[in-house]
């Protein structure tokens, strides 16, 4: 069964630094997603993409963030400048379609990032 | 506003006991309610949807509109159901959706 991959499984980086996370969606899904989860707290919408463009993002989004499918299988997100409470589990998902109901919504294993 | 509350940070029960695992929801619109499991070191993964009315491992769940709930019941709980358990609201804004997510409820099952 095809699953949402993520690379790396967990990340260690200073404060300032930039960091790219990586996402391979289900190859037929057109629907991606990037989800956080700051240790003891709920999951959080971060961003919705389709079509090459982002189609909803939280307030939690803002201008250090950024998304990109750079190929036809990659889905990354990219922080500029790591602040402390950047430290967290994002994860990635993916689905088919958007209008369905019941659309899945298909998760990855996650990356740990922890920001020092 | 769009809020999904799992009041139980923790459920322990011994096996062959009844489970429920209660979310409620506030949503302004038609709500679509999932519940995602995330057993240890694995990822998030769909159990059910309410739209679906199924039963799976033996779980159910129903959406109840009046009392906004979606609770997460098992008549007889097995130490395999151990596992994080996740109740999640359907945004569906701008012809968009996005997942907004409970808190969480541990769910422990003892032998």
């Known amino acids: 069964e095809p699953e949402v991959t993520q690379t790396p499984s967990h990340q260690v980086t200073q404060m300032g630094q930039e960091v790219i996370l990586r996402c391979v969606p289900i190859?037929?899904?057109?629907?991606f997603y990037w989800y956080r989860q700051i240790l003891g707290q709920k999951v959080e919408f971060l961003v919705s993409?389709?079509?090459?463009?982002?189609?909803?993002k939280s307030e939690i989004f803002d201008d250090q963030f950024s998304v990109e499918r750079p190929d036809g299988s990659n889905f990354t997100l990219k922080i500029r400048s790591t602040k402390l409470e950047d430290s967290a589990m994002y994860f990635c998902?993916?689905?088919?379609?958007?209008?369905?109901?019941?659309?899945?919504?298909?998760f990855g294993p996650g990356t740990r990032l922890l920001v020092l | 506003a769009q809020r999904v509350t799992q009041p139980e940070k923790l459920l322990s029960v011994f096996k062959g006991a009844p489970v429920e695992l209660k979310c409620n929801y506030s949503?302004?619109?038609?709500?679509?309610l999932f519940w995602y499991v995330q057993y240890s070191r694995q990822r998030l993964q769909l159990l059910l949807r309410?739209?679906s009315r199924e039963s799976i491992k033996g779980f159910t769940a129903d959406l109840n509109k009046g009392e906004t709930s979606f609770h997460l019941k098992k008549p007889f709980a097995q130490e395999e159901d151990s596992a994080m358990y996740y109740c999640?609201?359907?945004?569906?804004?701008?012809?968009?959706?996005?997942?907004?997510f409970g808190a969480g409820t541990r769910l422990a099952v003892h032998p």
């Open positions: 949503y302004s619109g038609s709500p679509e």
């Open positions: 190859s037929n899904h057109l629907y």
């Open positions: 993409f389709y079509n090459n463009e982002i189609s909803e």
């Open positions: 309410h739209i």
């Open positions: 998902a993916s689905s088919e379609g958007r209008g369905i109901s019941g659309e899945t919504q298909y």
């Open positions: 999640a609201l359907r945004s569906f804004s701008g012809g968009y959706n996005k997942l907004i």
